[in-house]
């Protein structure tokens, strides 16, 4: 018997956009827009993946491992092998799948029933379509695209933080190993300085104050040289946690830090480019339109909550078999939706004004990050050009007075204790810079800068 023509037309309207929005899951989870975003904010490419490192990752890893690294050869073994970062773009895996889910039309209902009594029997059967979801779904896919959009934006602020967290680890452990070779160095010059003095004293040539004085020294050199050697270990230890690795006795690091580039960098309109491209602003925005999108639609479906139309028959002993349709739908009697709309509105102000919060944010931490690097870089450069070279050439003195005997040992261990400060003071200096250049390139390009 042929369906009512109201039957069919929303029989055929339902199955059509059931076939037509079933969006599949991305095999990665959403993890190559993620990708894109980060490498282009990172200067290079990201691999991105909530999976564990297959054989290959693996034996890329060896291979970086086996060099010393650099800054972005080590970011690069964090990409791939940070469980902290997989954890993260494990979310973002969730969140594409609620994408899809969210294209997708809910299962039609089937209901059945069977009567018996007094010789006769009746059968019931419909079938019931999801209308509202129906003529919903625009919206809603429209709210979950925005919603995965939001979550890539955050899943690459992972990656790019992790890369620039990797970097500053970097530069503080290659100077932390560079201050404790340096440490154990004067620690050798001290006792060699001690066992003179002590020498110097038993033959009568020396003073009990001077003796003293260089004990303390070489103490002082112990102590500094025990706790610059915890200080390389814990930084190397960082450094390993960032790159997802068990130990760190298997890092090769270089012996000093890279030199101070030429000229200090002079960025043309940081803070419209930090608006532009810091992805905490931008997860910001797409969660704004994602939720003013949600408001629309909470206002569209105040009244109408429940809307199901369906295709009914009824069969009877000894009848002919009945068709028809049935229409179910929820009457707003004591719920006409404002609570709802109210509390959408509510959420709508209320990621504006985060938006609002993450742009002036971001618009401050670039002020400040280029004051802490241009500050960082002027100080490392007056070390560089003016106290390490002052030192050199005092020291240079003091020897050539040394070796014409017109200066004594001590004279010139004392020197070697001053020059030891300078030295020190230069490399932290160059340290600062190069954490302020990470720290700049964060609060331009990345999530933020950090402390």
Same mark, same amino acid.
């Given at each position: 018997? *042929?369906?009512?023509?109201? =039957? @069919? =037309? ?15 899951v ?26 564990a ?8 890893i ?9 800054p972005?050869? *080590? ?25 899809? %889910?969210?294209?997708?039309? @809910? ?20 079938v =019931?379509?999801?209308i ?34 990797? @970097? ?6 290659? *100077? ?20 003179? *003095?002590?020498?110097m ?30 200080d ?16 760190s006795?298997g ?31 931008? &997860?910001?925005?797409? +969660? &704004? ?22 295709y009914?028959?009824?069969?009877? =002993? ?18 006409w ?21 993450a742009?002036?944010?971001? @618009? ?32 240079? +003195? ?13 004279e ?22 190069w ?8 609060? %331009? ?7």
């Amino acid at each position: 018997m *042929a369906l009512h023509p109201i =039957t @069919r =037309t929303a029989i055929a309207a339902a199955i059509a956009a059931a076939l037509a929005g079933c969006a599949s899951v991305p095999a990665d989870g959403g993890a190559g827009n993620a990708a894109a975003l980060a490498a282009e904010r990172i200067g290079q490419p990201a691999p991105l993946s909530m999976a564990a490192p297959d054989d290959t990752a693996h034996s890329e890893i060896q291979s970086l491992l086996a060099q010393p690294l650099t800054p972005d050869s *080590a970011a690069r073994i964090a990409l791939l092998n940070s469980p902290s970062l997989k954890a993260s773009l494990a979310e973002l895996g969730m969140t594409a799948a609620e994408t899809a %889910q969210a294209g997708r039309l @809910r299962n039609p209902g089937f209901s059945f029933g069977r009567v018996r009594g007094g010789g006769e029997s009746e059968i019931d059967r419909s079938v =019931t379509f999801d209308i509202a979801g129906l003529l919903t779904m625009p919206v809603r896919s429209g709210i979950a695209r925005r919603q995965l959009e939001r979550a890539q934006f955050a899943a690459a602020g992972q990656a790019v933080q992790l890369v620039f967290e990797t @970097r500053r680890a970097w530069y503080t452990a290659v *100077a932390a190993a560079q201050s404790a070779a340096f440490a154990e160095q004067v620690r050798q010059a001290a006792e060699a300085g001690a066992l003179l *003095a002590d020498r110097m004293r038993k033959s009568g040539n020396w003073s009990r104050l001077d003796q003293a004085r260089e004990r303390a020294f070489y103490d002082d050199a112990i102590t500094r040289q025990a706790r610059t050697a915890h200080d390389a270990l814990a930084a190397r230890e960082q450094l390993a946690r960032l790159l997802g690795l068990e130990h760190s006795e298997g890092l090769q690091l270089p012996e000093r830090l890279p030199d101070l580039p030429a000229a200090a960098q002079e960025p043309q309109h940081a803070e419209r480019d930090a608006l532009e491209h810091r992805l905490d602003v931008l &997860a910001a925005r797409r +969660e &704004a339109e994602s939720v003013a999108a949600n408001l629309g639609l909470t206002k569209a479906t105040r009244f109408i909550n429940v809307f199901d139309v369906g295709y009914a028959s009824k069969s009877t =002993t000894g009848m002919p078999r009945q068709n028809g349709y049935e229409v179910s739908l929820e009457l707003p009697l004591f719920d006409w939706g404002g609570a709802n709309v109210a509390r959408a509105e509510a959420l709508y102000l209320q990621a504006v004004h985060r938006t609002a919060d993450a742009a002036v944010k971001a @618009r401050s931490d670039v002020r400040v990050a280029y004051s802490s690097y241009r500050t960082a870089y002027d100080i490392a450069r007056h070390y560089r050009d003016h106290v390490v070279p002052q030192r050199k050439k005092i020291s240079d +003195e003091v020897l050539l007075r040394y070796n014409g005997m017109l200066a004594s040992v001590f004279e010139l261990l004392a020197d070697a204790r001053e020059q030891r400060n300078s030295v020190n003071e230069s490399i932290e200096a160059q340290r600062d810079f190069w954490i302020a250049d990470t720290q700049l390139q964060a609060a %331009q390009h990345g999530a933020g800068a950090q402390p």
